[in-house]
């Protein structure tokens, strides 16, 4: 159990790191369509086993490294900044968004599609001759946030855990300190996949 949590978060990584793997033939010899779910999910469920347990033994002092516990509690206190930062870019992918949308007000064409009141209302509504389409607010926010916040918040999800696992592992005292940024972590993975799961499941996602 001591190495569960880093062989999740190493399993759940590479999960992740397929998903930006370009698609193509030659791509799905070597990693089948499949691949980044089961990875994901399977690297998860250690994740929550891990965590679990790690809140279990939060009394003992089992498995200490040697090495001083000084620079163990400064791991686990670099885990629970990192676990803020996650937390940051969960709230960019869905708190932020909506917020600002809302500042906007509301849409003045009611939800029509109206090519002529979105050309009416610029401030709003914004076309791209490219694509020949229009953007609202919330569109131009997610295109903006997503491609930045989304991957950054699960990378320092997995530094956060993996981090604090190392404070815990080398003997941390003030272990809730790790295990609260294990914890929120793992909380901020799980609120940022869980649509991607949606999606792939039930939304025909590719």
Not at 59 to 67: K, N, R, S, Y
Not at 115 to 143: E, G, I, M, N, V
């Amino acid at each position: 159990m001591r190495w569960l949590i880093p062989a999740a978060v190493i399993v759940t990584g590479l999960g992740i790191l397929t998903l930006y793997v370009p698609q193509g033939k030659g791509s799905e010899l070597l990693i089948p369509p499949f691949a980044p779910i089961v990875l994901v999910i399977a690297g998860t469920i250690g994740m929550v086993v891990g965590v679990i347990g790690a809140w279990r033994q939060r009394a003992e002092q089992v498995g200490a490294i040697a090495g001083g516990h000084r620079l163990a509690n400064a791991a686990a206190l670099a885990g629970l900044v990192v676990a803020l930062a996650a937390l940051l870019a969960l709230s960019l992918v869905f708190v932020v968004p909506p917020v600002l949308v809302s500042l906007q007000g509301p849409d003045p064409c009611g939800g029509r599609f109206d090519t002529a009141c979105f050309a009416a209302h610029p401030d709003y509504w914004q076309h791209d001759p490219a694509t020949d389409s229009w953007a609202p607010p919330s569109a131009r926010l997610s295109y903006t946030l997503l491609p930045v916040a989304w991957p950054a918040g699960l990378g320092l999800a997995l530094a956060a855990a993996l981090i604090s696992w190392l404070a815990l592992a080398r003997g941390a005292r003030r272990r809730w300190i790790a295990l609260t940024a294990m914890t929120v972590g793992l909380l901020v993975l799980v609120f940022m996949l869980v649509p991607w799961f949606g999606l792939l499941l039930f939304g025909g996602g590719d």
